[in-house]
């Protein structure tokens, strides 16, 4: 859905950023909504249901970005692994999609950390004898536009807590 072309800044926001739209918009309806009486508008639902268009696609990226962190794991549990190249290119793939959707507003609320705790917890669970397994860093090495623009052998080096040069542009 694509929001009229007239110069307009709510239009300009719907495409650059559809969280911070959904939310500017469900806080104008919510103004609307205590000011005058529409009838037939049921402006709790239309209010909530704007909103959930933002938060569903920030849900959508924090699911890629656990998908993406998932993938760098099982790459660097076993690099040997015939299936390798199936993971870095799952995990290619993975990064381009949550690029394409992630918005400047979702930064701050992405908790990277708490994704991580819930990948190293299962991880060391599934793998309890794999040294490599229970020494995954105690907080998460990335933030998230490492994960939407770092290189593959980057973010591997951040995981293995290796000191990554800065890139230069």
């Known amino acids: 859905m694509t929001g009229s072309k007239c110069g307009n800044m709510t239009d300009d926001l719907y495409e650059r950023d559809i969280l911070e739209w ?14 005058e009486r529409h009838n037939n508008v049921d402006w709790s639902h239309v209010i909530e249901e704007i909103e959930a268009v933002g938060t569903a696609q920030l849900n ?9 962190m998932i993938a760098l794991v099982r790459i660097q549990l076993d690099p040997n692994s015939a299936t390798r190249s199936d993971w870095t290119l799952e995990l290619g793939c993975l990064m381009d999609d949550a690029a394409d959707v992630f918005t400047p507003s979702m930064r701050d609320r992405i908790d990277m950390n708490r994704i991580w705790e819930r990948i190293r917890v299962r991880t060391i669970q599934r793998a309890t004898d794999d040294p490599r397994a229970v020494a995954l860093p105690d907080h998460c090495p990335w933030t998230v536009e490492a994960l939407l623009t770092g290189a593959h052998d980057a973010l591997l080096a951040q995981l293995a807590g290796w000191p990554v040069a800065a890139e230069t542009p």
């Open 22 to 35: 959904s939310e500017r918009q469900a806080d104008a309806l919510r103004r609307v909504a205590g000011d």
């Open 60 to 68: 959508d990226v924090r699911g890629i970005v656990r998908q993406v």
